[in-house]
């Protein structure tokens, strides 16, 4: 499977009960299993490779994984020196969580991942670990992978981040505790929680106060996890859009993380316009429900704020600016060019294809609304660039190539998309 042809939809009205799991939360259940004490019990894991991936380091460093294909049950006591080197694939969360959880561990352990993923800056987890005793180095001076770890004993600190980015804050709490002392970490503006969430969930001692994160050093092993991944608000969101821009069509999206980290790309999509509402339907470790979304004419929008919680929607966002009325603009949004691609990169060439006016700036870019037309679009290996542009098709037609990497998040994504229109996979 090397490229897809999109044909474009009339209206549709649906009901979507199986999104991809949260990515997120994947990643995290697996992880942070290894800290607890007893049998955790993680079912509707997303089986895509990234969270495969770190399925399968769990199992390397030394967990007790059964898997019968539904429930996912993962018992650990303690982390083990693995004999093998740890793939992450193309998952920088999984990488740069691994830094934080195994740089105070027994051992030596080497993460390394695809050609993307080692193309992508680590020295904003290797630097602040490296800070507080970590050993840990890689290619281009701890910047790039193969990153190796050697764990050693972590002192408390009182950091403050540059950058909004839920990986580096939750690879700092993983380092926290099991730090000497109290630690804190502050960041510019809240990132998402997940990470808080879930361990304080487990029974850690972390505060919350504002932009300020207390890590208590664990003094125990934590409570297992007894946790249903809900479905991921950022693969939901691409049908958000693709509703967003098709006349009279609908969509319930059913058991998405209702988290306000989540869910802004929706809420910035309300603004622009559309139909949205929210039903809430559980909240033990994070909100749970449903989120209807009815076509409505969209407007142009400036966006500033937040961005943190925007990272991944944002290019999905940029399809629904260019069907807007008026000029959209993105900033403060350099973060997207380290991402699996430059996306600001991607996404500007890519809009620019398909015939729509688009300025790019360093840290992000406008875009006056238009009429998308069919074009060839080349994903970079990035699996939420190749999806934006296959929802662009539903408008137009489109040509997506480099398709492989949507696997990594959104494996039923053509499934799910066949109940809108027609494509065929080459």
């Known amino acids: 499977?090397?490229?897809?042809?999109?044909?474009?939809?009339?209206?549709?009205?649906?009901?979507?009960?199986?999104?991809?799991?949260?990515?997120?939360?994947?990643?995290?259940?697996?992880?942070?299993?290894?800290?607890?004490?007893?049998?955790?019990?993680?079912?509707?894991?997303?089986?895509?490779?990234d969270t495969l991936n770190t399925l399968q380091i769990v199992k390397n460093l030394g967990a007790d994984v059964v898997d019968n294909g539904t429930i996912i049950r993962i018992s650990s006591k303690?982390?083990?020196e693995p004999s093998e080197i740890l793939e992450c694939g193309n998952s920088g969360t999984g990488m740069r969580l691994f830094c934080?959880?195994?740089?105070?561990?027994?051992?030596?352990?080497?993460?390394?991942?695809?050609?993307?993923?080692?193309?992508?800056?680590?020295?904003?987890?290797?630097?602040?670990?490296?800070?507080?005793?970590?050993?840990?180095?890689?290619?281009?001076?701890?910047d790039l992978a193969p990153l190796s770890i050697r764990g050693s004993s972590l002192k408390a600190f009182d950091y403050k981040s540059?950058?909004?980015?839920?990986?580096?804050?939750?690879?700092?709490?993983?380092?926290g505790l099991r730090a000497d002392g109290v630690c804190r970490y502050t960041e510019p503006e809240l990132s998402r929680d997940h990470t808080e969430r879930m361990l304080k969930g487990m029974g850690a001692d972390i505060v919350v106060d504002g932009l300020t994160t207390t890590i208590n050093p664990l003094k125990k092993l934590l409570n297992p996890l007894t946790i249903r991944v809900p479905a991921d608000p950022s693969s939901a969101f691409f049908f958000a859009v693709a509703t967003a821009i098709t006349p009279d069509a609908s969509i319930v999206l059913e058991g998405v993380t209702l988290n306000e980290t989540r869910i802004e790309a929706f809420k910035v999509l309300e603004m622009m316009g559309a139909d949205i509402t929210y039903k809430e339907t559980d909240n033990r470790y994070e909100p749970i429900g449903d989120i209807a979304i009815k076509y409505a004419p969209l407007k142009a929008i400036t966006i500033e704020d937040n961005i943190s919680w925007l990272i991944d929607e944002l290019p999905a966002l940029s399809i629904a600016m260019a069907c807007a009325e008026g000029e959209s603009v993105v900033k403060?949004?350099?973060?997207?060019?380290?991402?699996?691609?430059?996306?600001?990169?991607?996404?500007?060439?890519?809009?620019?294809?398909?015939?729509?006016?688009v300025d790019e700036y360093e840290d992000g870019y406008k875009i006056k609304g238009g009429n998308l037309q069919k074009a060839t679009i080349d994903s970079d290996g990035d699996h939420r660039i190749a999806m934006t542009f296959i929802i662009a098709g539903l408008k137009c037609g489109m040509k997506v190539t480099d398709i492989e990497c949507?696997?990594?998040?959104?494996?039923?994504?053509?499934?799910?998309?066949k109940n809108i229109t027609k494509v065929e996979l080459y």
Do not use: W
């Open 78 to 80: 303690g982390i083990k």
């Open 332 to 357: 403060n949004a350099k973060e997207l060019r380290v991402k699996e691609s430059d996306r600001i990169s991607t996404v500007v060439t890519g809009l620019k294809a398909c015939g729509i006016e």
């Open 100 to 142: 934080g959880l195994l740089s105070s561990a027994n051992g030596h352990f080497v993460l390394t991942g695809d050609k993307y993923l080692r193309s992508r800056p680590m020295k904003r987890v290797t630097n602040p670990l490296i800070s507080i005793g970590a050993k840990l180095d890689g290619r281009k001076d701890g």
């Open 162 to 175: 540059k950058i909004a980015s839920a990986q580096v804050k939750s690879c700092m709490i993983l380092a």
């Open 406 to 417: 949507i696997n990594t998040s959104f494996p039923n994504f053509f499934e799910l998309l």
């Open 1 to 49: 499977m090397s490229f897809v042809e999109v044909i474009p939809s009339g209206a549709f009205s649906l009901s979507i009960g199986d999104i991809a799991p949260d990515k997120s939360i994947s990643h995290r259940s697996a992880m942070f299993a290894m800290l607890a004490d007893g049998e955790s019990v993680i079912s509707n894991f997303l089986r895509a490779e």
